[in-house]
């Protein structure tokens, strides 16, 4: 045999094994940007109180919690079709959500105590797990993606139709936000009410108005993610605090103040968790996430898009 005959017969049987290779690594981005726009689209939530309402509500990731239990009641349960569960999920958000800024969020305010806010976000979002754990225990529960279960190959990886909406959700959803929030009256209006309230309340803008809109805004996104993340994530209580204590994390390093740093967040912390899973084990995830959150914190202590001056307590 002739060297380039034994050199293409040795480039045939490598190309399939490389292209083997390529296409594992390629799932496993899959895998992580979709788990990550999970992470983002909680640390959404959080910028949404955060921008317009100078607030920090830790009991959102409750809130997305208890959208997934209601999508699972009313499509498995009840056997509704999956957008009644987006409608009233995002209608049933928005008034709790609201009414945890009313009579949780807006009496501690009047003290301006920031330590006890952040105490009552904690205990609205303890109050909110006893709900479902009392309602539908502890056994997780999940429902089909209403979009198929059929994956698909792209860019040479495996990848779950419902992983591509949420990477596309989370996208649609920080881009539309940060333009919501620069050339809307009302964003522009809640943006100079979180930096200045003295100074918004001489012009004669309500911010209490506004504070409450914002936590109905966070609330009713919550609520529409049900039908969406629940294939992803499924249902069950135990995930209440990994989407908050993640979710935080994208955050951080994505930027307190920051939609597209939500989203840049969220899909950088799914794939380091997706990378060191696979390679590293699955105990070293949590470690290596709060190295990173500490590296850019120490390096920008708003995060890597975060807005200086911004007030939340």
């Given amino acids: 045999m002739s060297c380039a005959t034994y050199g293409a017969a040795t480039s045939a049987v490598r190309r399939p094994r490389n292209r083997r290779t390529a296409g594992a690594l390629m799932t496993i981005v899959w895998a992580g940007l979709s788990l990550g726009a999970v992470y983002a ?15 920090f509500n830790l009991a959102h990731g ?104 949420l990477i596309a959700v989370a996208v649609a959803a920080g881009v539309g936000l940060h333009l919501f929030s620069r050339r809307s009256l009302w964003g522009l209006a809640a943006r100079g009410a979180t930096t200045d309230p003295d100074a918004a309340k001489l012009r004669g803008v309500n911010v209490a108005a506004l504070r409450t809109g914002a936590f109905a805004l966070a609330g009713a996104l919550a609520g529409l993610l049900g039908p969406l993340v629940t294939p992803k994530t499924g249902a069950s ?26 989203i840049v967040g969220g899909l950088v912390i799914g794939l380091v968790q997706s990378y060191s899973s696979r390679y590293l084990g699955v105990e070293y995830p949590p470690l290596l996430l709060f190295v990173l959150l500490l590296a850019v914190l120490v390096a920008r202590p708003t995060g890597l898009f975060g807005r200086r001056g911004l007030r939340a307590v």
């Avoid at 949780?104 to 609205?124: D, Q």
């Avoid at 989407?243 to 390093?253: E, H, K, M, S």
């Fill in 62 to 165: 409750a809130f997305v919690v208890l959208s997934a239990f209601f999508s699972w009641f009313v499509i498995a349960d009840q056997g509704w079709p999956w957008w009644t569960a987006a409608l009233l999920g995002a209608a049933g958000g928005a008034l709790l959500a609201g009414i945890e800024e009313l009579v949780a969020v807006r009496p501690v305010l009047r003290r301006e105590n920031g330590h006890a806010l952040l105490v009552t976000t904690v205990g609205a979002f303890v109050v909110i797990e006893g709900i479902l754990m009392a309602t539908w225990g502890e056994e997780p529960k999940s429902i089909p993606f209403f979009g198929g279960q059929e994956a698909l190959t792209l860019l040479g990886g495996r990848v779950a139709r419902v992983d591509l909406w």
């Fill in 237 to 262: 209580v135990g995930i209440a605090i990994t989407l908050t204590v993640f979710g935080f994390v994208a955050l951080a390093v994505g930027g307190f103040g920051s939609f597209p740093g939500s």
């Fill in 41 to 55: 689209l909680i640390a959404i939530g959080y910028n949404i109180t955060m921008t317009f309402g100078g607030v």
